[in-house]
């Protein structure tokens, strides 16, 4: 699946300087999304080495430079636009970004992680959220262990561990029976480990 991504002429032409100018020759850009189909999803657009491009990724041409995206991300990527704005200082990169918010359908035999986010999203943090509250997957651990990451108003409250033994975890475990614990990543020492990208411009 290739995404309906416009870039507009503007942004093209800025996106086409900051490469002309970039110190390293065959630097190419990334359009990235972080947490898709998730509450916490956004997206961005960042530099990458010229050997960064692996077999899970895929190409939007734009004449003089491609952008680089996840396949897997394609979904979530649909209807974005990315534009060059004027602002009250200059000019911004802005990404409008319809979709990356959306819960994907998934296999019964997709990976466990899928699984468990699409729990969360589609029947655990529709009830959070009228707390200002939401829960997303840290990591996997051990092959079947949970580790879920309390936000919002989730975040620090005192009623959160009640809330994950008496709700998150009993629904987990029962759509996902597969699952040996859920537990919160402030109850272990080994946080999730997440690669921090430099945008250029992020979406809204």
Known sequence: MTPDITVTDRAREYLGTLLARHPEPGT????????PGTSLAHCGISYAPPDAAGAEDARLRLGAFDLLYRSADAPFLAGTTVDYLPTGSGHKLSLKAPNIKCVQPVDDDAPLAQRI???????????????????????????NVAVLKFGGGCHGCGHADHTL????????????PELSDVVDDTDHGHA?????????GAAC
């Open 192 to 200: 999730p480990h997440r690669t921090a990208a430099a945008p250029l």
């Open 28 to 35: 190419q850009l990334r359009i990235y999304v972080i947490n």
């Open 117 to 143: 986010t699409y729990v969360l999203e589609t029947e655990v943090n529709p009830s959070l959220s009228q707390h200002d509250g939401t829960v997303m997957l840290g990591e996997v651990r051990d092959g």
């Open 165 to 176: 033994r008496h709700f998150v975890a009993k629904v987990l475990k029962e759509r996902l």
